[in-house]
């Protein structure tokens, strides 16, 4: 039987997993719950948790799987990160000693495709311009604003985990969808319902701009002073990856010209400062990262890292695993 031992903290599980999750994982082996209350593990508790595991479940707030954590599990196999990106867990030990690492990443990218989703429709429809003017007395002034998700472009940069459920949630509109994404082929992008263009024509000729590019150095500020200015009179950008991959002060500059509209999810750094520009602009929506999944659709997560371990025990392709080669264009 297959010792499997979860690092999360008490709060953190009940947070994650359901009782329903809980009960799968202990039927797949013997699970190890971390009875500490709300105190995320440092590196020497985490080394007594995991002590002669074959299964380690990690999360936001686990240390580096280093050489010294990693002694306590000689026999460890597979690492199971219930959050997103797993840069903060992996180390060089790791992977050398040829464990296995997945990642929650799919199931957090439906729900930030999901609120991306509803920001466009929002942004389209001027949602948030109406419901200022009906709070201050008027009724339909700005309504000529309204757009429909019908007959727009909207261009996606990145077609990762968020970017491909995006544009499948897309596949419901009719709207042309255009994706700038060096690594995907021209007939990957057809696949995904979407036509493979360069950057600079992506945002010359889209109405929406949807961001979903993982934070590396080569997306560090690629929306700057010139690419904005590339962009339609009246388009709106959206931002749900990471706040680095926008000039945030190129942007303000833009924005004050009032030809474009911004939703923003993430900023760099994170908050922003509570005197930032962005923050009082009339033309930005601002919301505290949260268009990954939070409070009750945190539970997905459990019930997926259970399914991850389904899959890996029944030698079936995991849907999270992530490759020590791809790790540098992951988020």
């Known amino acids: 039987m297959k010792k499997i031992v979860s690092l999360l903290n008490k709060k953190a599980t009940a947070r994650i997993f359901s009782q329903e999750s809980l009960d799968m994982l202990s039927q797949m082996g013997e699970l190890v719950l971390n009875e500490d209350a709300d105190v995320n593990p440092d590196a020497q508790r985490a080394k007594e948790l995991i002590k002669g595991a074959n299964i380690v479940i990690t999360s936001w707030g686990s240390p ?6 990693l002694s306590a599990a000689p026999d460890l196999e597979l690492v199971i990160h219930a959050a997103g990106s797993v840069k903060g867990i992996v180390s060089q030990e790791l992977w050398e000693r040829g464990v296995r690492v997945t990642s929650s990443a799919p199931v957090l990218g439906k729900g930030v495709a999901e609120t991306t989703l509803g920001l466009v429709i929002v942004s389209l429809k001027y949602i948030w311009k109406l419901s200022e003017n009906v709070r201050n007395g008027g009724w339909k002034e700005a309504s000529d604003k309204i757009r429909e998700v019908y007959d727009v472009t909207i261009g996606v940069i990145g077609a990762g985990y968020v970017g491909r ?8 509109f009719e709207v042309e969808v255009l994706l700038y994404d060096p690594y995907v082929t021209e007939d990957e992008a057809r696949q995904l319902g979407a036509k493979k263009v360069e950057l600079e024509e992506l945002l010359r000729t889209s109405d929406v701009v949807s961001i ?10 690629m929306i700057n002073r010139d690419t904005l200015k590339l962009m339609k009179d009246d388009a709106i950008l959206i931002n749900t990856a990471r706040g680095s991959i926008i000039d945030e002060e ?7 010209k009032g030809r474009l509209f911004a939703c923003l999810d993430v900023t760099d750094p994170e908050p922003p400062a509570k005197d930032h520009p962005l923050r009082k602009l009339p033309n930005v929506i601002m ?9 009750t659709g945190l539970k997905r997560i459990g019930k997926f890292v259970a399914s991850e371990l389904r899959k890996y025990l029944n030698g079936e392709q995991m849907e999270g695993e992530v490759k020590l080669e791809k790790l540098k264009i992951m988020a």
């Open 212 to 221: 979903h590019a993982p934070s590396i150095p080569e997306t560090n500020k």
């Open 64 to 69: 580096k799987l280093d050489a010294d954590i």
């Open 250 to 256: 190129a942007l303000v500059e833009e924005l004050k």
């Open 165 to 172: 459920h995006f544009m499948k949630l897309l596949q419901s």
């Open 287 to 295: 919301t505290p990262h949260i268009a990954g999944l939070a409070n």
